[in-house]
């Protein structure tokens, strides 16, 4: 069965929020993280996400999240700075 226009939004909202949340959890703020309000027009099988603007320290964070060397709560791993920071 597929999935209502609205259906699609509320699954794409969920998924906004859960990514906020462990985001966050990782020390990354992406103030303008919302679902792209011009993928709701119901004409894309899904709405995408805009994961928005941030400015280079959360850039470079986000970097370093994603490469591991951040752990919970955004504490640095180890003794090192991430090759994104350095560089």
Known sequence: M?????ERV???EDAVEQLREELA???VVLPSLRI???TCSGHVLFPLVDLGRCNLDMALRLVAVLSGAYGPEGAPLGSGTPSAIRN
């Open 36 to 38: 792209d309000p011009l």
């Open 10 to 12: 509320r699954a794409a």
């Open 25 to 27: 959890r990782a020390g």
């Open 2 to 6: 597929a999935l209502t226009a609205v």
